[in-house]
T-cell receptor, first 115, second 120 residues
């Protein structure tokens, strides 16, 4: 199993540009989560999908952020327009189901820098 | 709302020695899970060990063990025979039991982390 795959690993973009982060969950996992990690706020849950359907997006900071999961093997997190304060590491994680006692499997993250 | 507190921002230990990382949490729930994740410089979040709240026996995974004190809401991680590869950020995490769609069940809530350095 290749684990949770995220791309790109690093992204540097200019303020105002659109940024798209990508995630491929582990095959067979039906829950997918997007987290953001910053020094100030630590790890925060942005949104979670169950069976490709967004269930809880209360952590999405602003309307500039959107997430989709068109099928069971692919999800995107888009920021449009990007701002310097969006600079962070964005993690995708998946699990067999939400609340699985085994915890979540995380990808390697995308480090986003907005200049 | 649940909170997770790690009171030690940084710690260091000599190779081959034992170190304990502290974690406390606040919840009114009775059924939940606790986890320790490791984040090495590679950035990958790696599950180290987990504990079900209903189990009194402390979880153990090779050199890693926990001291789970439910009444005190404490969940410390002990690393024995520390190795250079243990150098990483360690995050304590809480998850409320339950799989209902919506709400906070099943959300992993993390502490701010402890940076552990193992010195040769």
């Amino acid at each position: 199993d290749a684990g949770v795959i995220q791309s790109p690993r690093h992204e540097v973009t200019e303020m105002g540009q659109e940024v798209t982060l990508r995630c491929k969950p582990i095959s067979g996992h039906n829950s997918l989560f997007w987290y953001r990690q910053t020094m100030m706020r630590g790890l925060e849950l942005l949104i979670y999908f169950n069976n490709n359907v967004p269930i809880d997006d209360s952590g999405m900071p602003e309307d500039r952020f959107s997430a989709k999961m068109p099928n069971a093997s692919f999800s995107t997190l888009k920021i449009q327009p990007s701002e310097p304060r969006d600079s962070a590491v964005y993690f995708c994680a998946s699990s067999l189901r939400r609340g699985a006692s085994g915890g979540y499997t995380f990808g390697s993250g995308t480090r986003l820098t907005v200049v | 709302a649940q909170t997770v507190t790690q009171s030690q921002p940084e710690m260091s230990v000599q190779e081959a020695e034992t170190v304990t990382l502290s974690c406390t949490y606040d919840t009114s729930e009775n059924n939940y899970y606790l986890f320790w994740y490791k984040q090495p410089p590679s950035r990958q979040m790696i599950l180290v060990i987990r504990q079900e709240a209903y189990k009194q026996q402390n979880a153990t995974e090779n050199r890693f063990s926990v001291n789970f004190q439910k009444a005190a809401k404490s969940f410390s991680l002990k690393i024995s025979d520390s190795q250079l590869g243990d150098t990483a950020m360690y995050f304590c995490a809480f998850m409320k039991h339950g799989v209902l769609l919506g709400g906070s069940q099943g959300n992993l809530i993390f502490g701010k982390g402890t940076k552990l350095s193992v010195k040769p």
